[in-house]
């Protein structure tokens, strides 16, 4: 099984700051046959299900603001918020889908 | 817009067995991954399985004893039941699109608890 390390768990920004999240899995995302990172990123607010923010480690679903992105290949991978917003306060999943039993991280809550 | 709905007892009592539904409005089941993911309380993400049509079905290897899930085109939908329930079983369940790939739909989750 592919396990998927987040950190840190938690973090407090400050309005307007940078805000990094890490993500490690246990072996590389990186399929030969197409070069690409089998990660996605979802965020998830309070009292709601989540919602895919990034697919293939750095491609931004339509309507993700363009503060948010990702970075990384192999087996580290970074989500990073470029100005934190209020309503940015979420938790955040990174999700390995290169097995064919996909995984998530544990999780990341953003905090002002 | 494609839109899901879960639904069954919010309750269930321990040693039973869960059984949920997830309604799809706007598209066909046919063609896509389906999920089922679970969320206890103030805790992480965890894929029970998915199904991609009536004979095809992947589960989490920690549930593959308890777990089944099934597709019916023709009432779109698909089920999820869960056997021989804890109390470690109470969690939100969302229904969802996709799970063998990225997950890029998602109902808005029902919560189930396991009480006697």
């Known amino acids: 099984d592919i396990v998927m390390t987040q950190s840190p768990d938690s973090l407090t920004v400050s309005l307007g700051e940078r805000a990094t999240i890490n993500c490690k899995s246990t072996?590389?995302?990186?399929?030969?046959?197409?070069?690409?990172?089998?990660l996605a990123w979802y965020q998830q607010k309070p009292g709601q299900p989540p919602k895919l923010l990034f697919r293939?480690?750095?491609t931004r679903e339509s309507g993700v603001p363009d503060r948010f992105s990702g970075s990384g290949s192999g087996t580290d991978f970074t989500l990073t918020i470029s100005s934190l917003q209020a309503e940015d306060v979420a938790v955040y999943y990174c999700q390995q889908y290169y097995s064919t039993f996909p995984t998530f991280g544990g999780g990341t809550k953003v905090e002002i | 817009q494609v839109q899901l709905q879960e639904s069954g007892p919010g309750l269930v009592k321990p040693s039973e067995t869960l059984s949920l539904s997830c309604t799809v409005s706007?598209?066909?089941?046919?063609?896509?991954?389906w999920s089922w993911i679970r969320q206890p309380p103030g805790k992480g993400l965890e894929l029970i399985g998915y199904v991609f049509d009536t004979e095809s079905a992947n589960f989490n290897p920690s549930l593959m004893s308890r777990v089944n899930m099934s597709l019916d085109t023709s009432k779109n939908r698909f089920s999820l039941t869960l056997t021989s329930v804890t109390s470690a079983d109470t969690a939100v369940y969302y229904c969802a699109r996709g799970g063998y790939t990225v997950i890029d739909l998602w109902g808005r989750g029902m919560m189930v608890t396991v009480s006697s």
């Open positions: 293939w480690a750095s």
């Open positions: 072996q590389s995302l990186i399929y030969t046959s197409d070069n690409n990172n089998y």
């Open positions: 706007g598209d066909s089941v046919t063609g896509y991954y």
